[in-house]
């Protein structure tokens, strides 16, 4: 049942539908969650013009009648009605609303717990466990890409994929039990092993495509991580208030004057980015700047992308000596204690040169030519955050190194979006991996590798059985017949 009325009266009605359902005779049943009846806000919290009541179980034609002030039978199904939503005891109208009635129902009511709605059909086979984890980031998509992305997944495509691999490992592990126990009467083909072999080859070989993905997925769900970095009064707090348009940050001509990382989460494009601002690297003799120069550095091993910010009125006149500046600031501000001769990597590096405003036009455009043509640079943009010159084109390069980062959720086989299943795939391969140090020597322990590596694909779907390897066997070789 579906209750569909104006937050101002929303309240009230919950409140109301609350005290209904806990005064229905026979209370809250105390055996399995499918025989009480749950009901709770679907439209989420907030403020809105309507508001969904959502309510399922044996009491919800009770309520509906009680609520809705129907005297005979009930709504047709799936059809929506508008009437007076009421308080049950007293009759007072609460408000005005359209009531849908979805038959199927069984005494007692309660409150539904948070995900309950989607539990339940994940228990009655309505929705696949990747296809719950898809509709959760749809709910908790903050941009079009993970919009994408999650309706891709929330339809069943990547379950489908595993359930596929699935499938195939259950016919594997079959065909070995059946070797196992009834090669011996001559019931089973010469060959079946061999079979057995290139099939679990070719499941090894597509699961490492699909882990070798760099993460797309993954990224693309919880946002790309950009950092600026940079020396002291480089304009990098500048040029984070600049994107993400308020004062995130505070500005100041005293160098050293932000200490800590300072995170905004943007939408670049379409797609997801938690940018960072982070302390000028120096040298200093204070403790608490020496700290916020190693969260920097930190923050810069963890990146998907350092936006290295450069004061433009810093670098020499001569294009070639710019050149070697910039590829020795490069490896200063990218280094690390670990590995202080740190070689950069361009693909993982975007040179800011800001403060274009204080260069003659001539000579801005002249070194943005010239160190266009010098090999061995990342892509450089020239930017004002001052007059906003040049912003546009930065923002342009910062959306394409993005979308390159994340994918075309759209293209392509689907993607790996949660780190849970990339550990039970790589837990997968190495299960396969067992079969194949085991096959000739022991094939009980061989065919234990095809039954850890189906677990861990059933780990990530949700569905795995002993009695589907049996239906396998006794079907595929019609034993016992």
């Known amino acids: 049942m579906l209750l569909s009325v104006r937050v101002g009266m929303l309240r009230g009605a919950v409140h109301k539908l609350r005290t209904r359902l806990l005064s229905t005779k026979g209370g809250v049943t105390d055996g399995l969650a499918d025989a009480e009846?749950?009901?709770?806000?679907?439209?989420?919290?907030?403020?809105?013009?309507?508001?969904?009541?959502?309510?399922?179980?044996?009491?919800?034609?009770?309520?509906?009648?009680?609520?809705?002030?129907?005297?005979?039978?009930?709504?047709?199904?799936?059809?929506?009605?508008l009437h007076s939503i009421r308080d049950p005891q007293s009759k007072e109208v609460l408000d005005r609303g359209l009531v849908l009635w979805f038959p199927g129902s069984v005494p007692g009511m309660r409150p539904a717990e948070a995900g309950e709605f989607t539990r339940r059909a994940f228990q009655a086979g309505k929705l696949g466990l990747t296809e719950v984890e898809g509709l959760g980031d749809l709910i908790h998509a903050e941009t079009e890409a993970q919009r994408r992305q999650a309706l891709r997944q929330m339809s069943g495509e990547l379950g489908r994929l595993y359930q596929d691999w699935s499938h195939r490992l259950?016919?594997?592990?079959?065909?070995?039990?059946?070797?196992?126990?009834?090669?011996?009467?001559?019931?089973?083909?010469?060959?079946?092993?061999?079979?057995?072999?290139?099939?679990?080859?070719?499941?090894?070989?597509?699961?490492?495509?699909h882990l070798m993905d760099e993460r797309r997925g993954?990224?693309?769900?919880?946002?790309?991580?950009?950092?600026?970095?940079?020396?002291?009064?480089?304009?990098?707090?500048?040029?984070?208030?600049?994107?993400?348009?308020?004062?995130?940050?505070?500005?100041?001509?005293?160098?050293?004057?932000?200490?800590?990382?300072?995170?905004?989460?943007?939408?670049?494009?379409?797609?997801?980015?938690?940018?960072?601002?982070?302390?000028?690297?120096?040298?200093?003799?204070?403790?608490?700047?020496?700290?916020?120069?190693?969260?920097?550095?930190?923050?810069?091993?963890?990146?998907?992308?350092?936006?290295?910010?450069?004061?433009?009125?810093?670098?020499?006149?001569?294009?070639?000596?710019?050149?070697?500046?910039?590829?020795?600031?490069?490896?200063?501000?990218?280094?690390?204690?670990?590995?202080?001769?740190?070689?950069?990597?361009?693909?993982?590096?975007?040179?800011?040169?800001?403060?274009?405003?204080?260069?003659?036009?001539?000579?801005?455009?002249?070194?943005?030519?010239?160190?266009?043509?010098?090999?061995?640079?990342?892509?450089?943009?020239l930017v004002s955050c001052h007059t906003s010159e040049g912003l546009q084109g930065f923002l342009t390069e910062l959306h394409g190194r993005v979308k390159t980062l994340c994918g075309n959720p759209l293209t392509g086989d689907p993607t790996l979006t949660q780190a849970r299943h990339r550990a039970h795939l790589q837990q997968c391969t190495a299960a396969l991996a067992q079969y194949h140090r085991y096959r000739d020597g022991d094939l009980a322990l061989a065919a234990e590798g095809l039954r850890l590596a189906l677990t861990s694909l059933g780990r990530i779907t949700g569905r795995v059985g002993a009695e589907e390897i049996l239906d396998i066997i006794f079907k595929d070789f019609c034993i016992g017949k």
């Open 170 to 209: 259950k016919r594997c592990l079959a065909h070995v039990e059946a070797f196992i126990d009834f090669s011996e009467d001559e019931l089973i083909e010469d060959g079946v092993l061999n079979q057995v072999d290139r099939s679990v080859c070719d499941l090894q070989a597509e699961i490492k495509r």
């Open 218 to 381: 993954e990224r693309l769900r919880s946002g790309v991580q950009v950092v600026i970095a940079g020396a002291t009064n480089a304009g990098k707090s500048s040029l984070l208030n600049t994107l993400c348009q308020r004062p995130a940050a505070i500005v100041s001509p005293i160098a050293g004057t932000t200490r800590d990382v300072v995170e905004t989460a943007l939408d670049i494009g379409g797609f997801p980015v938690l940018l960072s601002d982070t302390a000028g690297v120096r040298d200093s003799t204070d403790l608490v700047e020496r700290e916020g120069v190693r969260r920097a550095r930190e923050r810069m091993q963890q990146a998907d992308l350092t936006l290295v910010v450069v004061d433009c009125a810093q670098l020499p006149c001569d294009a070639q000596r710019a050149a070697d500046f910039l590829q020795e600031h490069l490896r200063s501000v990218l280094a690390t204690e670990e590995q202080p001769d740190t070689v950069f990597s361009a693909d993982k590096c975007l040179l800011v040169l800001n403060k274009t405003d204080l260069l003659p036009e001539d000579g801005r455009l002249t070194l943005e030519r010239e160190l266009r043509r010098v090999p061995g640079l990342p892509p450089i943009c």
């Open 37 to 81: 009846t749950i009901f709770a806000l679907s439209s989420g919290h907030g403020r809105c013009g309507v508001a969904v009541v959502r309510v399922s179980g044996p009491a919800s034609a009770a309520a509906l009648r009680g609520m809705a002030g129907i005297t005979r039978g009930l709504p047709p199904p799936r059809t929506a009605l």
